[in-house]
């Protein structure tokens, strides 16, 4: 029998929008206060076809039982008024939104050819329907959130798994990393200071158009199409220099220069709402010259010669050079795996140039000074020790520890969430579509569909 985690809401929100409905719509079942359409089910089949054709017959089933499952999720979130806010959709929206643009290059035709319909459109389209996700995944994470294994269950789970069942894993490293951000020479600082204070004495003496400029000169290419404006947010959102101005402003008002990491900003609040601003901006990044590179690599390895001859520890090393906004500063130069969340890299998870650097490097091993690139593509080098390596290995409870406890969380938070949704289907009025009669994978649904 297979099984199966629960299905989003919404599969992937905005990329439906491309699915193709080929039935009538029509309501297929009843959740509470929450209705299931046919389109619902309909589209994610098209998505997850698409992304594997040879799927098993009856998976419109599985389908039908997942969104089942988070329209019972989303009935109990209302009972229990748990709260999302208008400012938080509208944020994950405009991200979401965003994300999508940035692989079209920003190119709003490409957009509005693809889905269409215009980006205000799309919003207006989806806008509820993310909120129902987010009240979802919220009413699941507070029943989940307590939900913990001792170290006796991470090995009484170990033990249920058959010896032969056991996974194969390859070569993984630990890796430290000191990244080092190269700094501005004064002439190309003093330069973008010059060039934002004649874009804001534009605005503030000529009365010319934030928006404009801000199209036109901002080097924030993500905002610079919208006019500049960042959308709503809460505290939290902006980097604290930026963050400081912007809440202190009247409504309409300009700043003055704003230094943060990013660059300079004239900023201009459109509006509050609580604890909430929307804001616009208009930043202009100092140019990095090849001897401010240069300058960065020598530094780098000087300190990396430093270390290596003893007269300075690693740890002491991220702490006096290490960039701060690296996840690695904080946790003594050690890298952390954003896909498993512990320290441990197969090869395959690495950067390739990480992985280049510490292909022939023995434990304990240093490299030189090497460069590379942020998302924005902005320089910045990094000096990598190896920190460990394993061979390949199966799994075992002592070079594994970390893997298997979580392995052993999920399938505890698995058997969580069903038992709380069969207790749930107990008390809520369910009704399903006939035309779902021969799946037997909603039986524990359809069983309960009579309710006085």
């Not at 006796?152 to 194969?168: C, G, H, K, M, N």
């Not at 009247?250 to 709402?273: A, M, N, P, T, W």
Request: charged share 30%; aromatic share 8%.
């Amino acid at each position: 029998m297979r099984t199966w985690t629960l299905i989003p809401l919404l599969l992937l929100v905005l990329t439906s929008l491309s699915a193709q409905k080929v039935v009538i719509d029509k309501v297929v079942g009843t959740v509470g206060g929450e209705l299931l359409l046919l389109s619902e089910v309909e589209e994610q089949y098209a998505l997850m076809t698409a992304q594997n054709p040879k799927l098993p017959a009856d998976i419109r089933c599985d389908i039908m039982d997942g969104i089942l499952s988070a329209k019972l999720l989303l009935n109990q979130a209302k009972l229990d008024s748990v709260e999302v806010s208008d400012e938080e959709v509208e944020s994950q929206l405009n991200a979401r939104i965003e994300r999508i643009l940035s692989y079209m290059n920003n190119d709003l035709e490409q957009f509005e050819t693809y889905y269409g319909q215009s980006v205000n459109e799309v919003k207006e389209q989806f806008r509820e329907d993310l909120r129902s996700q987010i009240l979802t995944d919220r009413m699941r994470g507070q029943i989940m959130s307590d939900v913990k294994v001792t170290p006796a269950e991470v090995r009484a789970f170990f033990q249920t798994i058959p010896r032969d069942s056991l996974p194969y894993f390859n070569s993984e490293v630990e890796i430290r990393e000191i990244v080092y951000k190269p700094k501005i020479n004064e002439e190309e600082r003093q330069r973008a200071i010059d060039k934002l204070t004649e874009l804001r004495r534009r605005i503030v003496e000529n009365g010319e158009d934030f928006a404009e400029l801000a199209r036109k000169f901002s080097d924030d290419g993500g905002s610079a199409r919208l006019g500049g404006e960042l959308g709503w947010a809460r505290r939290g959102k902006f980097v604290p220099e930026f963050e400081a101005v912007a809440y202190n402003l009247d409504k309409g008002e300009i700043s003055e220069i704003v230094e943060s990491e990013f660059g300079f900003h004239v900023l201009q609040l459109l509006e509050r709402r609580g604890n909430s601003i929307n804001v616009r901006h208009i930043l202009v990044k100092p140019q990095i010259t090849d001897a401010d590179i240069e300058k960065a690599r020598s530094l780098l390895d000087s300190v990396r010669t430093r270390i290596l001859l003893d007269s300075m520890s690693f740890s002491l090393a991220v702490k006096r050079f290490g960039y701060k906004n690296t996840q690695s500063y904080n946790n003594d130069g050690r890298a952390v795996n954003p896909a498993t969340g512990n320290t441990f890299f197969e090869i395959g998870d690495l950067e390739p140039d990480i992985y280049f650097t510490i292909d022939t490097m023995k434990v304990g091993g240093i490299s030189k000074p090497f460069q590379f690139f942020d998302p924005l593509g902005e320089p910045y080098f990094r000096i990598v020790m190896l920190d460990s390596r394993t061979a390949p290995h199966r799994a075992s409870l002592a070079l594994d520890y970390f893997k298997i406890q979580q392995a052993a969380i999920e399938s505890k938070k698995n058997e969580f969430i069903n038992n709380w949704v069969a207790e749930k289907i107990e008390n809520t009025f369910i009704h399903l579509d006939a035309m779902y009669d021969g799946c037997p994978t909603l039986e524990k649904w359809r069983a309960r569909q009579i309710r006085p």
